[in-house]
């Protein structure tokens, strides 16, 4: 019989598949006096040749798909397994101490790796980490367990996991990723948004996914509803089979819109964007017809990276979707690193709230090199088409300035070195943060433009973390709050002529935009997928009555309260 089982639904179609469970793995092993040791060796050595072999078929796979460079860290690894004096500390435990190979090894890595750590030196500390992933890769060996990892994955699946993490899906062959399920999140959590971007139906914060689903299991999960059926009867898959066909020939009707402009029933134009994560999404942005990129979120270059992202790197990643997009905006937004996004190879202090830690701009200028490297890969690149500048987390204007004069600094030094760049670049900043909604007004003065970045405005505002499947109920989009300062920011920019994007969620949510388009948002940036279903809806409202919508909305108390008006008043 069918068993079925639910969560948030954040990721629009159906899909059908095996499950691909990835779970922690338990690395715990007994101790116990040996009396073998050449067993114990033999052991030790055919885990180290199977380590090694892992190592060598990894790095092959990187190194095609991301370059020498990034392959490089690789022999750092294999190294490790040939290190003589860790070997010999390994085998005189197990010679002398008696230790088991497991023990053995654990005890003389994690010698290694206290040390490590201790040093005064970056470079000694990030080594550290080497050791731990060698020392965890021949224990898998040892204990004889087969970690399901997302890299592994090579037929058609639907991932099942805790979570999933940006640096997890840019590891996964994402030819054979069909859905994902995961037992925490909320409907702005990164895995959420990829989904989204990547077109994958996604199901985020179904608790007990990773237990409910067996590994190898038939799904099939509804990105719309957050159903998932486990071993699904004959009836039930038919049934889904019938939806899964009417959503896709409702796809293709929307591409007729695909080179249309964006406008409204009364004729008002606004603009349809797309939020993207790297320079291969520029092919799915061209695809759906956006009128350019409201959001491009840098940080996804460093992350997918195993070193800092050298100047020319990022020059090319910028060049390349600049010249791509031809003299449509590209609005570039500085690295937002921090809160869930890490670099594994520049670790950051361990916060106990990294939501409201050092994240963003307050990285960036706390890091003023990491920064300015940006900065000029950047402005080098504005030649190439017609760019603006983006600071995400701005809660002070003297942060704004700061910043900004940065820019305006490595602009000089261009201009000394014979370096070209575009004279006139935008500068705008996110609102995310409540103190700037607030104080839009004195904002709109210095800025260019603003982008109402509502995943974060929405969790600092109800003081509700994004990624918290337990508050999500208070993770409220249309919390009468929200509205009130999405209608203040927009109000502050046109005063002085500026205009207003929105780059969270929200911007795409098809009852949410007839609500945005009445409080006068200018440009709406999404993920690409859902640009022609809302250049569709758009076509069917009218600026006027959205105008009176919105003012009506206004006036309400709950979150609920405006969802239902809107719904009545809509038909969507
Ligand atoms: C936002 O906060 O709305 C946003 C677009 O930024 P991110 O989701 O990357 O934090
Ligand atoms: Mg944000």
């Not at 009128?291 to 060049?319: C, D, K, N, W």
């Not at 969620?505 to 009852?511: F, I, K, P, R, W």
Request: charged letters at 25%; a negative charge.
């Amino acid at each position: 019989m069918t068993q079925t089982m639910h969560g948030i639904a954040v990721s629009r179609g159906i899909a059908f598949g095996k499950a691909y469970v990835i779970k922690d793995v338990d690395l715990t092993f007994d101790t116990y006096a040996t009396s073998d040791a050449t067993t114990e060796l033999a052991r030790l050595q055919t885990a180290l040749d199977q380590a090694e072999s892992d190592l060598e078929r990894i790095q092959e796979k990187v190194e095609h798909e991301q370059g020498m460079s990034n392959a490089a860290i690789f022999d750092t690894q294999i190294l490790v397994l040939h290190d003589p004096d860790l070997m010999n500390t390994i085998k005189k435990h197990i010679e002398a101490d008696t230790y088991s190979a497991e023990q053995a090894l654990y005890e003389a890595t994690s010698t290694y790796i206290t040390l490590l750590e201790e040093m005064d030196d970056e470079y000694m500390q990030e080594r550290a980490s080497d050791f731990k992933d060698i020392m965890r890769r021949v224990l898998l060996h040892l204990l004889d367990i087969d970690e399901s990892l997302p890299q592994n994955i090579s037929e058609n699946a639907i991932i099942v996991a805790d979570d999933i993490t940006p640096s997890e899906t840019a590891q996964m062959d994402l030819q054979f990723v069909k859905g994902f399920i995961t037992n925490t999140g909320g409907k702005t959590s990164h895995s959420a948004i990829m989904a989204r971007t990547l077109e994958v139906p996604a199901i985020v914060g179904a608790k007990n996914s990773t237990t409910n689903i067996a590994h190898g299991d038939f799904i099939i999960i509804d990105g719309s509803t957050g159903e998932v059926f486990i071993q699904p009867d004959r009836a039930t898959e038919e049934k889904l089979m019938k939806q899964y066909k009417i959503y896709e020939e409702e796809k293709a009707s929307w591409h007729a819109l695909k080179d249309k402009p964006s406008q409204t029933k009364d004729n008002h134009a606004v603009d349809i964007v797309a939020n993207i994560g790297s320079p291969q999404d520029i092919n799915q942005v061209l695809h759906h017809g956006a009128e350019g990129i409201g959001l491009y979120r840098t940080e996804f270059l460093y992350m997918e990276s195993y070193h800092l992202p050298t100047e020319e790197e990022q020059f090319e990643a910028y060049r390349y979707v600049l010249e791509q997009m031809g003299d449509k905006p590209v609005i570039v937004r500085t690295i937002d690193i921090g809160g869930d996004k890490k670099l594994s190879y520049l670790p950051l202090p361990e916060e106990k709230n990294p939501f409201l830690g050092l994240r963003a701009v307050r990285f960036a200028l706390q890091q003023p090199e990491i920064f300015r490297t940006q900065i000029r890969a950047l402005l080098r690149a504005s030649a190439y088409g017609n760019l603006k500048i983006m600071f995400p987390m701005i809660a002070t204007l003297e942060e704004f300035q700061q910043a900004k004069s940065i820019v305006e600094e490595e602009k000089q030094s261009l201009k000394q070195h014979d370096i070209t760049y575009r004279e006139k670049i935008d500068i705008g900043i996110m609102v995310e943060i409540p103190s700037t909604a607030i104080l839009a007004k004195q904002f709109a003065k210095e800025v260019d433009f603003f982008s109402i970045g509502t995943n974060d405005l929405i969790q600092y505002t109800l003081a509700a973390d994004r990624m918290n499947e337990n508050v999500a109920y208070l993770y409220q989009p249309f919390h009468p709050a929200i509205l009130h300062l999405v209608k203040s920011v927009v109000d502050a920019a046109h005063e002085e002529n500026k205009w207003v994007g929105m780059c969270g969620e929200m911007a795409s949510d098809l009852t949410a935009i007839p609500l945005l388009l009445g409080l006068g948002l200018d440009e709406f940036s999404m993920n690409a997928p859902s640009i022609l279903p809302v250049r569709h809806l758009l076509k069917n409202l009218r600026k006027t009555d959205m105008e009176q919508l919105a003012n009506a909305a206004l006036t309400l108390s709950t979150a609920a309260e405006v969802e239902q008006f809107i719904r009545r008043e809509i038909e969507l």
